[in-house]
């Protein structure tokens, strides 16, 4: 009986050092994830600049240079 009571009380404490480790992660994940939102609100002028530009490669103009370029380098 005392075997399974000293079992149990080990079970209990690595429980507990589990669960504080897990809040401790769960607490540096937090303030990684705030931290990058700040990062990630800072690249909205960029990120907007390579829409744009993706925009600009999808429309007519790329089209019509696609064409020109395509009759100058027919073998």
């Given at each position: 009986m005392v075997v399974v009571t000293l079992a149990f009380v080990a079970l209990v404490v690595q429980a507990v050092l589990t669960l504080?480790?897990?809040r401790h992660t769960a607490k540096a994940v937090e303030y990684l994830a705030?931290?990058?939102d700040g990062k990630l609100t800072a690249?909205?002028?960029v990120i907007g600049a390579v829409k744009s530009v993706?925009?600009?490669v999808s429309s007519g103009w790329f089209k019509i240079a696609q064409s020109v370029y395509g009759l100058f380098s027919r073998d």
């Open positions: 504080q480790q897990l705030l931290n990058a690249l909205d002028p993706s925009g600009a």
